[in-house]
């Protein structure tokens, strides 16, 4: 019964976290050695709130400890959330996802789990404080003799929740921090618990009384962890990539780039990853050639507006206007359904012949209009089954499109988009009764 209330979406390593972020490698040094310190740390609290805008690179902090931790067998949970994915964007499947992975790396603490679920078969109907006691806290106390052999005192096990600001509903992320760490501080548990977000008011506001249960250490993703100097790395090892592998490496000189567009970039990106990122998606494109790329990127203009994503905002631009015009209603079109679509639908929903089904396009069509939006948009194979999924590089595209003050030209209103939808669906129904209607008295 477990497995079936578990959001397998969430893992780390979950199949349906595609193109997971990760820090490259010698970046984020001073941030990841400072959660290390915390980690194994007996004075400081136990837990700690990582936060940073869009883009600043949390998500790749999450994976990169996360995966760290496995391999040296510390890691105790590791759930992500996720506007995207099913069961990813709220509550209800946190504990037994929690719970589950608690009964993998501490296989002692199973048989209690499971008889909890026995006892009470409506258990993850109950309260989220009630999960947690009877499902985290309680088998852990009943295994604290036996698992505090396999888990040192001075290396207790993590507890890793990312992009908590994508879990609906303001209310609900409180309560997640309150009976977490409630949970965490009330009893001698061996856990850390490193929370990753966004500043949103509600997660904030609850940080703010974290006093109530022995307080939180903070790290904010500023500029006092040097990102520039992060950036600028991450950028010249990319570069240096492009020049040993794309198709056009005989026509790419060694000089290139110049420090000065590094340089560039470095400062466009203020200070988030995701421009970085994201410019090298479009520059290393094989249909392009790589030097007029960047060019193009260096010469993009933010028309003067001073917001913290102006520079994101105009490569976003940037990249939409250079695609296709002939396709342009198209990829609207298919940004509206990906929109508009819902978390809790099945994930094969956005496959390519089912989108291409639902807007009535060419079988084909979807992959020919997407072909120059490759860097913001993904179209990435599914380890199960030899089908692909589409879905946005990073929810910060979601952000953009959805404002129109930052899309302007490209703004995706949601009321207009859900009624072309429900159009959409009144069409595939008549399509389909007609083809009942005719199968019945073809014969």
């Known amino acids: 019964m477990l497995e079936k209330c578990v959001a397998a979406g969430a893992?780390?390593?979950?199949?349906?976290?595609?193109?997971?972020?990760?820090?490259?490698?010698?970046?984020?040094?001073?941030?990841?050695?400072?959660?290390?310190?915390?980690?194994?740390?007996?004075?400081?609290?136990?837990?700690?709130?990582?936060?940073?805008?869009?883009?600043?690179?949390?998500?790749?902090?999450?994976?990169?400890?996360?995966?760290?931790?496995?391999?040296?067998?510390?890691?105790?949970?590791?759930?992500?959330?996720?506007?995207?994915i099913s069961g990813c964007n709220n509550v209800t499947r946190l504990v037994a996802t929690i719970a589950y992975q608690i009964a993998q790396g501490i296989p002692e603490t199973q048989s209690y789990i499971e008889r909890a679920i026995e006892n009470d078969p409506m258990i993850f109907s109950r309260s989220l404080a009630t999960?947690?006691?009877?499902?985290?806290?309680?088998?852990?106390?009943?295994?604290?003799?036996?698992?505090?052999?396999?888990?040192?005192k001075s290396c207790p096990k993590l507890l890793i929740i990312d992009g908590l600001d994508e879990c609906n509903g303001g209310e609900t992320q409180q309560a997640i921090i309150h009976y977490l760490a409630a949970a965490i501080t009330q009893y001698p548990l061996p856990l850390r618990v490193l929370i990753l977000s966004r500043p949103e008011q509600p997660i904030q506001e609850s940080f703010s009384h974290s006093e109530r249960y022995g307080g939180h250490t903070s790290l904010h993703l500023g500029k006092n962890y040097q990102p520039d100097k992060d950036i600028?790395?991450?950028?010249?090892?990319?570069?240096?990539?492009?020049?040993?592998?794309?198709?056009?490496?005989?026509?790419?000189?060694?000089?290139?780039?110049?420090?000065?567009?590094?340089?560039?970039?470095?400062?466009?990106?203020?200070?988030?990853?995701?421009?970085?990122?994201?410019?090298?998606?479009?520059?290393?494109?094989?249909?392009?050639?790589?030097?007029?790329?960047?060019?193009?990127?260096?010469?993009?203009?933010?028309?003067?507006?001073?917001?913290?994503?102006?520079?994101?905002?105009?490569?976003?631009?940037?990249?939409?206007?250079?695609?296709?015009?002939?396709?342009?209603?198209?990829?609207?079109?298919?940004?509206?359904?990906?929109?508009?679509?819902?978390?809790?639908?099945?994930?094969?929903?956005?496959?390519?012949?089912?989108i291409e089904q639902f807007l009535n396009l060419k079988p084909g069509q979807l992959f020919l209009a997407l072909?120059?939006?490759?860097?913001?948009?993904?179209?990435?194979?599914?380890?199960?089954?030899?089908?692909?999924?589409?879905?946005?590089?990073?929810?910060?595209?979601?952000?953009?499109?959805?404002?129109?003050?930052?899309?302007k030209n490209f703004f995706v209103d949601r009321g207009r988009a859900h009624s072309e939808l429900a159009r959409a669906c009144m069409r595939g129904i008549s399509s389909s009764r007609k083809s009942e209607i005719y199968a019945r008295f073809s014969y």
């Open 232 to 354: 600028k790395l991450f950028l010249k090892e990319s570069f240096d990539a492009i020049r040993k592998t794309h198709i056009l490496k005989s026509y790419i000189p060694t000089t290139w780039p110049s420090k000065e567009d590094i340089s560039a970039l470095v400062l466009k990106s203020s200070g988030q990853f995701i421009f970085a990122s994201i410019s090298i998606q479009y520059v290393k494109s094989s249909r392009h050639q790589p030097m007029d790329r960047l060019q193009h990127i260096l010469g993009i203009e933010t028309c003067g507006d001073n917001t913290p994503f102006a520079e994101l905002d105009a490569l976003y631009t940037h990249v939409l206007e250079s695609a296709d015009q002939v396709q342009r209603s198209t990829i609207l079109h298919i940004f509206d359904f990906l929109l508009c679509t819902l978390p809790t639908w099945d994930l094969c929903f956005n496959e390519p012949s089912n």
């Open 371 to 407: 072909m120059d939006c490759q860097s913001i948009v993904s179209i990435s194979p599914r380890e199960d089954r030899q089908l692909s999924t589409v879905h946005f590089l990073h929810a910060s595209m979601s952000d953009f499109l959805l404002d129109p003050h930052r899309s």
């Open 11 to 84: 893992f780390h390593d979950s199949s349906e976290r595609l193109n997971l972020p990760k820090c490259h490698p010698r970046t984020r040094m001073a941030v990841l050695n400072k959660i290390r310190q915390w980690h194994i740390s007996d004075s400081l609290p136990c837990i700690m709130w990582l936060y940073g805008p869009a883009g600043a690179g949390k998500s790749a902090i999450a994976q990169t400890m996360a995966e760290e931790c496995r391999q040296l067998h510390t890691l105790a949970v590791s759930f992500f959330f996720s506007r995207t």
């Open 131 to 152: 999960q947690l006691y009877h499902l985290l806290t309680k088998p852990l106390l009943n295994v604290a003799p036996s698992s505090s052999g396999s888990t040192s």
